[in-house]
């Protein structure tokens, strides 16, 4: 027989302090594990609710190291509302890494694969205006409270590192994760986290998880992640 033991010492993220940024759509809070100092990096998981495994691994790392991280802040799920439901968007039906306010976004569908190998089969929108989705707008704000010097903004299965530029940051993904860089996706990102980033003279880098199960992912880098993320932020 196993023994559940639920006390306070044993709980790992449930330890560290956890506060709310802002509400989802349907009302779900939005939360982040501050940094203990200065935040010089804030990880973002969960901006495609049908990319659950940016926050699996995540928070399987986080856990392997569940004291509080020194200057590296966490949003575990910045799509809480279309995690649940196990759609890209959100509860709106937009593609949150196309809504934010970049001198590129564009109104209209935004389309989107169910399975890599196929065309676009999944039409959302980019919102009705620039910023106009509370996670959106939640999480800019986020940004700009923290100011943090890079933001790192964890997708899947594409299987790379993007980036304009190989960077200190870039480099130490590469050794974590053995992923290339690329310093572009081969194709239009109007609206996204990492133009918005540029644009406001952040760094942006864009970690593409390869597609494997999740106990894969966990299996080959779950240490190695976690060590980065308890380490000095790379400059």
């Known amino acids: 027989m196993i023994a559940l033991d639920f006390s306070p010492e044993n709980r790992g993220l449930f330890r560290l302090k956890l506060e709310t940024y802002g509400r989802s759509v349907l009302g779900a809070p939005l939360q982040y594990f501050p ?7 804030l990880v973002v998981a969960g901006i495609h609710g049908e990319e659950p495994e940016t ?18 802040a966490v949003v575990l799920c910045a799509n809480p509302d279309g995690m649940v439901m196990g759609t890209r968007g959100n509860a709106s039906g937009v593609d949150l890494n196309r809504n934010f306010a970049t001198s590129n976004w564009k109104q209209g569908c935004v389309g ?4 890599l190998e196929c065309a676009r089969d999944t039409l959302l929108s980019a919102g009705n205006a620039p910023a106009s989705e509370p996670e959106t707008g939640a999480l800019v704000d986020l940004v700009r409270n ?29 050794d974590v994760f053995g992923l290339p860089w ?8 109007p609206g996204s986290l990492g133009t918005w980033c ?8 864009t970690l593409e998880l390869p597609r494997m199960s999740l106990e894969m992912l966990y299996n080959r880098y779950g240490e190695a992640f976690a060590r980065f993320l308890a380490g000095p932020v790379p400059r």
């Open 146 to 174: 923290l100011c943090p010097r890079s933001i790192l903004s964890i997708h899947a299965p594409l299987g790379c590192l993007d980036a304009p530029q190989r960077t200190p940051l870039v480099a130490a993904l590469q």
């Open 112 to 115: 989107s694969r169910s399975v």
């Open 55 to 72: 926050t699996f691994l995540l928070s399987r790392a986080m856990r392997l190291q569940p004291q509080a991280l020194e200057h590296t």
């Open 35 to 41: 940094s203990v100092g200065s935040t010089e990096l």
């Open 182 to 189: 690329v310093p572009d996706v081969g194709y239009e990102t």
């Open 198 to 205: 540029n644009e406001n003279s952040t760094e942006c880098v």
